[in-house]
Nanobody, 123 residues
Framework: QVHLVESGGGLVQAGGSLRLSCAAS????????MGWFRQAPGKERDFVAA????????NYATRVNGRFTISRDNAKNTVYLQMNSLKPDDTAVYYC????????????????WGQGTQVTISS
């Protein structure tokens, strides 16, 4: 069983940057997709970005494209989310998740979830 632990959240001013990490305790097999989602208070969990573990193919939500970068370190079983030009609307709890196939942007396709890390952007 793979366990996911996110870190790197915090409070930053608008325009600043944060780098989130998601460390997997078990071995990540090539067929999976690792995704980042976020959930603001009173809102649904939204897709942010995803990366295919085998070939590094990436996918971004329109609202973060060009500002956020997802990457992976196969040796460390870790996925990162570099977030630049942060806006107050980016405030949310950020979750990483694993889909055992090409999960895309649908959270229902992801079966394993981390506990989340809070990101707060002040104006």
């Amino acid at each position: 069983q793979v366990h996911l632990v996110e870190s790197g959240g915090g409070l930053v001013q608008a325009g600043g940057s944060l780098r989130l990490s998601c460390a997997a305790s078990g071995r990540i097999v090539n067929g999976v997709t690792m995704g980042w989602f976020r959930q603001a208070p009173g809102k649904e969990r939204d897709f942010v970005a995803a990366i295919r573990w085998s070939n590094g193919a990436v996918n971004y939500a329109t609202r973060v494209n060009g500002r956020f970068t997802i990457s992976r370190d196969n040796a460390k079983n870790t996925v990162y989310l570099q977030m630049n030009s942060l806006k107050p609307d980016d405030t949310a709890v950020y979750y990483c998740a694993v889909s055992f196939y090409d999960g895309g942007n649908n959270p229902d396709n992801y079966r394993l979830w981390g506990q989340g890390t809070q990101v707060t952007i002040s104006s």
